[in-house]
T-cell receptor, first 116, second 112 residues
Framework: AQTVTQSQPEMSVQEAETVTLSCTYDTSESNYYLFWYKQPPSRQMILVIRQEAYKQQNATENRFSVNFQKAAKSFSLKISDSQLGDTAMYFCAFMKLVSYGQNFVFGPGTRLSVLP | DVKVTQSSRYLVKRTGEKVFLECVQDMDHENMFWYRQDPGLGLRLIYFSYDVKMKEKGDIPEGYSVSREKKERFSLILESASTNQTSMYLC???????????FGPGTRLLVL
């Protein structure tokens, strides 16, 4: 079974600074996908960024980028130029495709506070 | 934009009551999911459905059942609510082969 670990339950960062959220996972699969989801205080979860395990290049989405280390099973999220709107719970998720659909496993989350 | 809605934002029920949580998506997605979210545990999959009338158990199905009679609607049923089912419940949907899940706003259920 897959597991996802986020070792930082809470973090804070000053506005405009850079912060990195860590995520490690355990799997014996070779083909899978990794996600970072954001859940703002209003609670609607939204996708931040996605990485396919077969791609060596790290995914980027504007101020968000990942450091994907497949051998180390590490998938950290870097937020540059942090903004107050980045305050949220961040969940790392592992997904593999199965015959009947998708199998997602989520980490416990990191609560990020961006301070003015 | 994909829209996933859940019937209630907050719900208070008594132990032993039958509880229905409904989820509706408007984008013809085949896959729909029910999770519960608890502090320190993240999201745990209760059930998911990959088509009308089709369902698969997730990691924590005990005490829950589901119904999917129409493609856009996926219901979670607590047959006899218990206090340990107090939680946040999140619904999500996705469309193969696209991988992204779209989430509803969540229902915070309190069982007294």
């Amino acid at each position: 079974a897959q597991t996802v670990t986020q070792s930082q339950p809470e973090m804070s960062v000053q506005e405009a600074e850079t912060v990195t959220l860590s995520c490690t996972y355990d799997t014996s699969e070779s083909n899978y996908y990794l996600f970072w989801y954001k859940q703002p205080p209003s609670r609607q979860m939204i996708l931040v960024i996605r990485q396919e395990a077969y791609k060596q290049q790290n995914a980027t989405e504007n101020r968000f980028s990942v450091n994907f280390q497949k051998a180390a099973k590490s998938f950290s999220l870097k937020i540059s130029d942090s903004q107050l709107g980045d305050t949220a719970m961040y969940f790392c998720a592992f997904m593999k495709l199965v015959s009947y659909g998708q199998n997602f496993v989520f980490g416990p989350g990191t609560r990020l506070s961006v301070l003015p | 934009d994909v829209k996933v809605t859940q019937s209630s934002r907050y719900l208070v029920k008594r132990t032993g009551e039958k509880v229905f949580l409904e989820c509706v998506q408007d984008m013809d997605h085949e896959n729909m999911f029910w999770y519960r979210q608890d502090p320190g545990l993240g999201l745990r999959l209760i059930y998911f459905s990959y088509d009308v009338k089709m369902k698969e158990k997730g990691d924590i199905p005990e005490g829950y059942s589901v119904s999917r009679e129409k493609k856009e609607r996926f219901s979670l049923i607590l047959e006899s609510a218990s206090t340990n089912q107090t939680s946040m419940y999140l619904c999500a949907s996705s469309l193969p082969p696209f991988l992204t899940q779209y989430f509803g706003p969540g229902t915070r259920l309190l069982v007294l």
